[in-house]
């Protein structure tokens, strides 16, 4: 069964430190993985799509890449207008979208 | 400006009731989905629809419906089958070329 695990499950950063969420999945057949980002009470905003291993995206502070078994979505220089939950999925051939549970973001001043 | 758009952002339900959920995008995306999120889970699907009056049923589908009359529009029916409808729920859109999806603001329906 396809499968997505995040981690960690929070994250508490200070100001301008830098760091690393990861998103291991399990799927047949990968199309594509998606990096979303959520804020309290609205619908996940759309980051990034990485559709094969090596590839890398980059969007402001954040940088997606892509492996084989894993991504990860790299901060830098993290603001506290970066805290929010970070929710990764994969979508398989058969379009099966799978979404992991999430990671917590909170970036203190 | 193209968007989803869900309503109402809150609502409250009876037990016993069966509720309707609005979803319309003006994005000209074929494929619509409902999904439902509780604190600390994914987001876990509830149904989607690829085309015009067709849609299929996701991993959750017990004690919903939904139809697919408009393109547009894609409403989804919290039944009183549903044991634990207590939750957010997430409506997305997106078209065959590309595929991602993107997302409504959510409806935070309450049983009281």
């Known amino acids: 069964e396809d499968q997505v695990t995040q981690s960690p499950e929070a994250l508490r950063l200070q100001e301008g430190e830098s760091s690393s969420l990861n998103c291991s999945y399990t799927v047949s057949g990968l199309r594509g993985l998606f990096w979303y980002r959520q804020d309290p009470g609205k619908g996940p905003e759309f980051l990034f799509t990485l559709y094969s291993a090596g590839e890398e995206k980059e969007k402001e502070r954040l940088k997606a890449t892509l492996t084989k078994k894993e991504s990860f979505l790299h901060i830098t220089a993290p603001k506290p207008e970066d805290s929010a939950t970070y929710l990764c999925?994969?979508?398989?051939?058969?379009?099966?979208?799978?979404f992991g549970a999430g990671t917590r973001l909170t970036v203190k001043p | 400006d193209g968007g989803i758009t869900q309503s109402p952002k809150y609502l409250f339900r009876k037990e016993g009731q069966n509720v309707t959920l609005s979803c319309e995008q003006n994005l000209n995306h074929d494929a619509m989905y409902w999904y439902r999120q509780d604190p600390g889970q994914g987001l876990r699907l509830i149904y989607y629809s690829q085309i015009v009056n067709d849609f299929q049923k996701g991993d959750i589908a017990e004690g919903y419906s939904v139809s697919r009359e408009k393109k547009e529009s894609f409403p989804l029916t919290v039944t009183s089958a549903q044991k634990n409808p207590t939750a957010f729920y997430l409506c997305?859109?997106?078209?065959?070329?590309?595929?991602?999806?993107?997302f409504g603001q959510g409806t935070r329906l309450t049983v009281v």
């Open positions: 999925a994969v979508q398989a051939h058969n379009n099966d979208m799978r």
């Open positions: 997305a859109s997106g078209d065959r070329t590309n595929t991602e999806a993107f």
